[in-house]
């Protein structure tokens, strides 16, 4: 039914294909151009820019995300969600003035529980647990079933040295979604901030055997074995993890680095 679609039928045709694309990473594609539809269609409404930018993001392209929100932040400097996106470019690219860029969404919009978990979540990096789990509190608040703020808590928790607290908010996921990989992924990922690289592979494998779709477990699994010089399962992990997410410059720079081993030669002494 191309062209008797109005904006909104696009954006949520784009947000379906997009949840096909994880198991068919093609069809990413044929979001984005279900959402650039939905942005001609009706280009008064800043949402198909912003579902542009958010999915450029996901896909590790900051600079394509950066050219989608600019225009929503020049119309309206003071839209949350565009600042939340902004936020995100900006800790991708590690080029600073990300916890900033957040606290001003939250400014304008205290309940907004995305920004707040994220910044939780960037609090974490700095190793500031206090106040990181004080930020996914106030998000829970909000919603006390966000999954994605539960699992930055659990990190903070885990962080710590909380075992009981963590174990406790474990539960409460689980409890909410039995398969839902993100909470272990989520401290993994950060306890790789401070270089707990067995913990991260313990608990990515715990991710993987919750959701077998889970890219993104089998490729911090990999990771960082290669860290832990398991380097043949590290390999075979992010194979799986880039024909799964063909798009993630992490797990084909990685293995196109293993590719490179058999030209070394190795001196023993």
Do not use: C
Not at 131 to 155: G, I
């Amino acid at each position: 039914a191309r062209g008797t679609l109005d904006a909104d039928a696009l954006m949520a045709v784009g947000r379906a294909v997009e949840y096909l694309g994880i198991t068919s990473s093609v069809l990413f594609q044929d979001a984005l151009m279900a959402f650039e539809e939905a942005a001609l269609v009706n280009p008064s409404d800043p949402t198909p820019s912003l579902l542009i930018g958010e999915l450029y993001l996901d896909k590790y392209r900051a600079t394509d995300a950066r050219d989608a929100i600019g225009p929503v932040l020049e119309a309206n400097p003071r839209h949350p969600r565009a600042l939340l996106a902004q936020a995100r470019i900006l800790d991708f690219e590690g080029v600073g003035g990300a916890v900033e860029t957040v606290r001003q969404a939250l400014g304008i919009a205290p309940e907004y529980v995305e920004a707040r978990t994220f910044l939780a979540s960037l609090l974490l990096k700095t190793e500031e647990q206090a106040r990181a789990r004080e930020e996914a509190e106030r998000a829970l608040e909000t919603n006390p079933v966000s999954l994605d703020a539960l699992s930055v808590l659990a990190a903070a928790h885990f962080l710590a040295g909380d075992t009981a607290e963590y174990r406790e908010i474990e539960e409460r996921v689980l409890a909410l979604n039995p398969a839902y990989p993100g909470l272990y992924l989520t401290v993994a990922e950060l306890a790789v901030t401070q270089r707990l690289y067995r913990t991260a592979v313990e608990l990515a494998g715990r991710a993987v055997a919750l959701d077998s779709t889970s890219w993104r477990g089998y490729g911090t699994m990999g990771m960082n074995q290669l860290r832990i010089e398991a380097v043949e399962e590290g390999r075979r992990n992010l194979e799986i993890a880039f024909a799964g997410d063909p798009y993630n410059p992490w797990y084909k720079n990685s293995l196109d680095l293993l590719d490179t081993f058999a030209h070394y030669e190795k001196v023993e002494t």
